[in-house]
Nanobody, 115 residues
Framework: QVQLVESGGGLVQPGGSLRLSCAASGIAFRFYDMSWYRQAPGKQRELVAGLTAGGTTNYADSVKGRFTISRDNAKNTVYLQMSSLKPEDTAVYYC?????????WGQGTRVTVSS
């Protein structure tokens, strides 16, 4: 059974930092392209950051220079380090794993940026 379990969300003040984690099980993690998406209230889900199995990263323009995606294949975990957080970063953040026809999602973790 495939599981992607996100953690690390919460309430943070503007300018603060959070690190999200996504622990994967039931997949050959090292072969999967991993991504973080987010969905704010009333908005569509959007790609935040991606990290391919080969190590290539890509970021949404809105988070470049503030967010960093990384992975630990030994721990089957992908991370999203978020810094200089803004109120507009408030959303539910979802982990995604893709490989060939496989496309798996986690249940999401909520991030709220507010003073």
């Amino acid at each position: 059974q495939v599981q992607l379990v996100e953690s690390g969300g919460g309430l943070v003040q503007p300018g603060g930092s959070l690190r999200l984690s996504c622990a994967a099980s039931g997949i050959a993690f090292r072969f999967y392209d991993m991504s973080w998406y987010r969905q704010a209230p009333g908005k569509q889900r959007e790609l935040v950051a991606g990290l391919t199995a080969g190590g290539t990263t890509n970021y949404a323009d809105s988070v470049k220079g503030r967010f960093t995606i990384s992975r630990d294949n030994a721990k089957n975990t992908v991370y999203l380090q978020m810094s200089s957080l803004k109120p507009e970063d408030t959303a539910v953040y979802y982990c995604n794993a893709k490989f060939r026809a496989d496309n798996f999602w986690g249940q999401g973790t909520r991030v709220t940026v507010s003073s």
